[in-house]
């Protein structure tokens, strides 16, 4: 089975920094799309970064890039959301993913890990 397993959340204030993990297992780990979702309240859940696992190529939303980055260890079979900056705008719940591409849309991903809250006051 495949699963991905996040870690990292919490409560920060504004200004500050998080880092989350993902480990996944039970994936084919190469030329694939580890990405990082969130959820905030009462919206619809929105692509913050991907990556590919080969390390082709990395894809941040606009209302992160300059503040968050991500990463993978592939000996560790980790990707991380380094997350600097932090806004009361960017509480939500981020959601590690996985799939063959990387696209826009939470669709496009076969498997999903639990979920990490974050919250900035």
């Known amino acids: 089975d495949v699963q991905l397993v996040e870690s990292g959340g919490g409560s920060v204030e504004a200004g500050g920094s998080l880092r989350l993990a993902c480990v996944v297992s039970?994936?084919?780990?190469?030329?694939?799309?580890l990405g990082w979702f969130r959820q905030r309240p009462g919206k619809e859940r929105e692509r913050v970064a991907t990556i590919y696992t080969d390390g082709r190529r990395t894809t941040y939303d606009d209302s992160v890039k300059g503040r968050f980055t991500i990463s993978q260890d592939n000996a560790k079979n980790t990707v991380y959301l380094q997350m600097s900056s932090l806004q009361p705008e960017d509480t939500a719940v981020y959601y590690c993913?996985?799939?063959?591409?990387?696209?826009?849309?939470?669709?496009?991903?076969?498997?999903w890990g639990q979920g990490t809250q974050v919250t900035v006051s």
């Open positions: 993913a996985a799939g063959s591409t990387c696209g826009p849309y939470s669709r496009g991903y076969n498997y």
């Open positions: 039970g994936y084919a780990y190469g030329g694939n799309c």
